[in-house]
C-alpha cells in the first residue's frame, strides 16, 4: 500500500434499496486496486471512498455499474483562455482530471471550452484553481447546479407510478371488501389478468431489473424478495386460471401480487420523502451560498458569479444581501445574522477590521468587504464538509447490521423454500403452501436494516449542526454518548479568554520602561495575554519597540531581543531556569495568586541575569459557564479543570464554577497525561479546549471538543466543534449524543423485531401476503420517520436560531 496521503472521493449511487445493496457496493468498492477504504451510505446514496490516486474513478464508477447500480453525473462547462495548442489541451484536460469528482474533461480548443463530466457536487472554484495552477484561466458558463433538483425529480416519478399502480391495483381488492359486507361477486378471470399484469411487468420492472442485477452480481437484495414473492403468487393464479375447468370459476391471487407492489411502491415513496428530510440540514446550508457578488473594481461596481472571485477582491454587501465569501470589513458597519452558521440567534456587530462568514446575511448597514477565503477554504464549506464527512461516516454499531445484512436475503429465500417444502409435507394445497412462502419473502425487510443507523445519524448530525454543534464523525458521535468525565481549559473556555492587565510591579527599570519592553516581546502575538500587555501600552501611550529572534518557549512563555537586551516574559518556570528569586514581588505574587490572577514575570537574560517586573492578569467567566458545569453535573458527568495557569487562578475558577476537580500549571504535554490518568478507571473522558496547546489533549481524549474561535489546529484533533464559544453547548452536543445514540439502537430494535415476529408468523401461515406486504413497507418508513424525531431536539437553555429565508 503507498504511503501517501489517500484521496476522498464522493460518489453518488443510485439503485440502492436496502442495506444488502449498500453492502455489495462496498465489496465491489474495495475489490478496486488503491482503494483503501470504501463506506456506502443508504440514506443519503453516497459511497465515501479513500484512494491511493484520483486516477481510480473510472474503475470505481466501473465496479459500481458491474455490481448492477449507476453513478449518476451532470455536466459543466468552462471557458478556457491561454490555450495554443494540443499540448495545452491535453495540460488542461490531466489538471482537470486531478480534481476529485471529475468523471470525464474534454477540452475543445477552437471553441476554448472544456465539458465536464463531474459526480456529485464539485465546486467550480476547485476546477477553476486547477486551470489557473496549470498555467490557464478559467470562468464558468454554466450553472453546476441542474435546474430541477434530481432527487424531487425522482420524488415526483415515483408519486406518478404510486398513482398508476393504485387505480390498477383498487378494483382488484373491491372484491375482498364486498365478502367483508356480505355481497358476493368476483371480476372476471381476464380482467383481473388485464388490471395485475401490467402493475406486474410494466410498474414493477424495476422489482425485476434490480433482482436480475443482483443474481448476475451472485448476491440478493430486497428486489429480489419482492420479485419472488409477487412472481410466485402472479404464476400460481396464471395457472390455476388455465387449469381451471371451462366455466369454472376458481380463487386467484392477481390482487395479491398487484396489491403487493402497489404497497411497496407507497413505502418507497414515504421512505424517499422521509429520506429526504433527514438531508435538510446539508440543503439549508448550500442554500446559504450566494451565486453572484457585487466587486469593486477600479472604483466601479460589477456583478460576477462567486467562482470568478480572487482573494483579495474588494466586494460590495448591500443591506440584506448574503456576504458572499469569507473576508474582512474593510468600511461600514452593520449586524450580521449568522443563526444558520454559528447558531447564534443574536445578530453580531461588524465594523472595520471585524471578519465576516460567507452565507451570513447583512443587517442595516453598507459594507465594503475584503476576500479573504474562497470555495472549499471559507467556513461554510468547511461547515458542510464536517456534515457531510459525519453523514457518510458509519458508527461502528453499524459494523454487526453489515454481518446481518450479508446474509440476510440467502437466509430468508432458504427460510421461504423450507416453509413452502413444510406445508406441503403436512399436505396442505400448492397453493396454501406457495402463498404462506411469498408472505416469508415478502415480510423479510432489509430496507430498514440499511436505514436505521445512516438516517439517525443523518438527523442528529443536521439537527445538530443547526444549533452550532459540528459532530466530525459517526464514531465520535457514538462514544460521546457515554462521556462521564469532561476536562475543560481554563483560558477561552471557561474564561472569556480577554485578560486585563490588573497589576503589575518592577524591581529594575521604571514601570513604563517594563511595559514597554514587555509590549515589545508580544508585539504580533495573537496571545489572549500579549493583546493584554498591548492594550495597556497604548492606554499609556508608550512606543512598543519590535524584538528581533522571538521564540516561543513551551508551556513558559515567550523569549526575544530588544536593542542590546536579552529578555523573556513568562510564568515561574522561567525563574526558576534561570535561578532568579521574586525577591521584593514575592509577596505581591503570593496575593495575587489568591485572587486568581495570572501571573508573568519579565526577566532579563543578558547581559545580566535579573528580575524586571511581575504582571498580573484578570479574566472573566464566560457567561454560561456555570450553567454548563450544572448541567453536566445533572447529566452524572464530572468535571475537571486543566490549565497551564497557577493554583490560585485554577482554584478560583474550580470554587467559582463548582468542577469537581482542578490540574494548575500543566505543560502542553502533559495536559494529555492527565487526560489519560482520568480515563484510567475506564471512565469515557471528553476533553474541551481551543488552541494549540490543547490539541494533544483532544486528540488524547476518547472524545475531543473544540470551541468556536479556536485554532483549526484544535479543530482538526477534535471530534466534535463549537462553531460558537459558549460552553453550555458542551452539555448540548453529549445530549444529542446520546439522543441519537437511542434512536440508532430503537431503529436497530424496530428493524429487527418486524422480521424476528413477521418471519415466524408469515411461515406459519398467519399472515396474509398483503398485510405482509404492508408490514414489510411500513418498516422502512417506521426506522426513517422515527430518525426525524431527532430534528425536533433544542438544546436546554439556549435560544432556537432564528432562521431568515433567503432573499431572490
Known sequence: ???????????????????????????????????????????????????????????????????????????????????????????????????PGVREASVNLASERAHLDLLGQVDPAALIAAVDKAGYHAHLLAAQRPAVDPALARLARERWWLAAAIVLAVPLVLPMFAEWLGWHWMLPAWLQFLLATPVQFVIGARFYVSA?????????????????????????????????????????????????????????????????????????????????????????????????????????????????????????????????????????????GDAVTGGAINGEGLLTVRATA?????????????????????????????????????????????????????????????????????????????????????????????????????????????????????????????????????????EDSALALAGALQRGSEHPLAKAVLRACAERGLHVAAASDSLALAGRGIQGRVGERQLALGNRRLLDEQGLSAGALEESARDWESQGRTLSWLIERQPQARLLALFAF????????????????????????????????????????????????????????????????????????DGINDAPALAAADVGIAMGGGTDVAMHAAGITLMRGDPRLVPAALEISRRTYAKIRQNLFWAFIYNLVGVPLAAFGLLNPM?????????????????????RWRPAGLATPRVTEKKP
Open 1 to 99: 500500500m503507498s504511503n501517501a496521503t489517500p484521496i476522498e472521493l464522493d460518489l453518488p449511487v443510485s439503485g440502492m434499496t436496502c442495506a444488502s445493496c449498500a453492502g455489495r457496493v462496498e465489496r465491489a468498492l474495495r475489490k478496486v486496486p488503491g482503494v483503501r477504504e470504501a463506506s456506502v451510505n443508504l440514506a443519503s446514496e453516497q459511497a465515501r471512498v479513500q484512494v491511493d490516486s484520483g486516477e481510480a474513478l473510472p474503475a470505481l464508477v466501473a465496479a459500481v455499474e458491474q455490481a448492477g447500480y449507476q453513478v449518476p453525473s451532470h455536466s459543466l462547462e468552462l471557458a478556457i483562455d491561454g490555450m495554443t495548442c494540443a499540448s495545452c489541451v491535453g495540460r488542461v484536460e490531466r489538471a482537470l482530471k486531478k480534481v
Open 212 to 352: 436480475w442485477k443482483a443474481v448476475r452480481a451472485r448476491s440478493g437484495n430486497m428486489d429480489l424478495l419482492v420479485a419472488l414473492g409477487t412472481s410466485a403468487g402472479y404464476g400460481l393464479s396464471l395457472y390455476l386460471w388455465l387449469s381451471a375447468p371451462a366455466g369454472a370459476m376458481p380463487h386467484l391471487y392477481f390482487e395479491a401480487s398487484a396489491v403487493l407492489i402497489a404497497l411497496i411502491l407507497l413505502g418507497k415513496y414515504l421512505e424517499s420523502r422521509a429520506k429526504r428530510q433527514t438531508a435538510t440540514a446539508i440543503r439549508a446550508l448550500e442554500a446559504l451560498r450566494p451565486e453572484r457578488a457585487t466587486r469593486i473594481r477600479a472604483g466601479h461596481e460589477e456583478e460576477v458569479a462567486i467562482s470568478e472571485l480572487r482573494l483579495g477582491d474588494e466586494l460590495l454587501v448591500r443591506p440584506g444581501e448574503r456576504f458572499p465569501v469569507d473576508g474582512k470589513v474593510l468600511d461600514g458597519r452593520s449586524h450580521a445574522d449568522e443563526a444558520l452558521i454559528t447558531g447564534e440567534s443574536l445578530p453580531v456587530a461588524k465594523g472595520p
Open 374 to 510: 474562497l470555495g472549499a477554504e471559507t467556513v461554510l464549506a468547511r461547515i458542510i464538509r464536517l456534515v457531510e464527512d459525519a453523514q457518510a461516516a458509519k458508527a461502528p454499531i453499524q459494523k454487526l447490521v453489515d454481518k446481518v445484512s450479508n446474509v440476510f436475503v440467502p437466509v430468508v429465500i432458504g427460510i421461504a423454500l423450507l416453509t413452502l417444502a413444510g406445508w406441503l409435507l403436512a399436505g396442505a394445497h400448492l397453493e396454501t403452501a406457495l402463498i404462506n412462502a411469498v408472505a416469508v419473502l415478502v415480510i423479510a425487510c432489509p430496507c430498514a436494516l440499511g436505514l436505521a443507523t445512516p438516517t439517525a445519524i443523518m438527523a442528529g448530525t443536521g439537527v445538530a449542526a443547526r444549533h452550532g454543534i459540528l459532530i466530525k464523525d459517526a464514531e465520535a458521535l457514538e462514544i460521546a454518548h457515554a462521556v462521564r468525565a469532561v476536562a475543560f481549559d481554563k483560558t477561552g473556555t471557561l474564561t472569556s479568554g480577554q485578560p486585563e492587565l490588573v497589576h503589575f510591579a518592577v524591581a529594575a527599570d521604571s
Open 618 to 689: 484578570g479574566d472573566s467567566l464566560k457567561p454560561g459557564a456555570a450553567e454548563a458545569i450544572q448541567a453536566l453535573h445533572a447529566q452524572g458527568i464530572s468535571c475537571h479543570l486543566i490549565t497551564g495557569d497557577n493554583r490560585g487562578s485554577a482554584r478560583v475558577v474550580s470554587e467559582a464554577l463548582g468542577l469537581d476537580a482542578a490540574h494548575a500549571e500543566v505543560l502542553p504535554a502533559d495536559k494529555a497525561a492527565v487526560v489519560a490518568r482520568l480515563k484510567a478507571d475506564g471512565s469515557v473522558v471528553a476533553m474541551v479546549g
Open 771 to 791: 398485510v405482509a406486504g404492508a408490514a414489510m413497507a411500513m418498516s422502512s418508513v417506521s426506522v426513517v420517520s422515527n430518525a426525524l424525531l431527532l430534528k
